[in-house]
């Protein structure tokens, strides 16, 4: 089971939290200009890397806010929480977070 480091409430277990897709997906600011491509494009296609990925969740069973994570998908490893609305933390080379 992960332990995940909710930025508001603190470390809590796993159960505790919904996943919410990827982060940082912007939504088109006018979405009635798009073609369908574009607009299947917004709705379904998404990064999925290997490694580091920065991932929506929602502390549900908490104080029911949203905020990022930052998971690698190799070992299944948080590696840092953030806020949402906050820009990504930088990596250093070896996957830790850079000091804000």
Request: charged share 25%; with cysteine; net charge negative.
């Amino acid at each position: 089971m992960l332990l995940i480091t909710c930025p508001h409430c603190g470390p809590r277990a796993e159960l505790e939290f919904s996943y919410g897709g990827e982060a940082h997906i912007a939504r088109p600011v006018d979405p009635t200009g798009l073609d369908d491509e574009a607009w299947a494009t917004f709705l379904y296609k998404r990064s999925n890397p290997k490694g580091v990925h920065a991932e929506r969740w929602r502390h549900l069973h908490g104080c029911g806010r949203f905020f990022n994570v930052l998971r690698d998908t190799i070992s299944d490893t948080i590696v840092t929480t953030y806020p949402a609305g906050e820009s990504r933390p930088e990596m250093t080379s070896d996957g830790k977070e850079n000091v804000r």
